[in-house]
């Protein structure tokens, strides 16, 4: 996302006290695969989190194997 994270944008969601009392989930598709960023992230209670190629030639590639 250009203007946010996902934890950014999970941590807004989160602050809103209508939308916390949703039951939104939280998958996160991101091209980081450190470590700290799925320890942070499913110590937020996220439901998910895959890792994506970082470029389109590589989601496209993959993408075909599932089709």
């Not at 969601?13 to 700290?36: G, M």
């Not at 970082?54 to 993408?63: G, H, I, R």
């Amino acid at each position: 996302m250009p203007k946010l994270t996902g934890l950014e944008l999970r941590a807004k969601v989160h602050e809103n006290e209508d939308l916390r009392l949703k039951s939104i989930p939280y998958l996160f598709f991101t091209t980081s695969a450190e470590q700290k960023h799925v320890i942070e992230a499913y110590s937020i209670s996220i439901q998910g989190f895959f890792v994506k190629p970082s470029n389109f030639q590589e989601l496209k590639k993959n993408n075909q194997n599932y089709c």
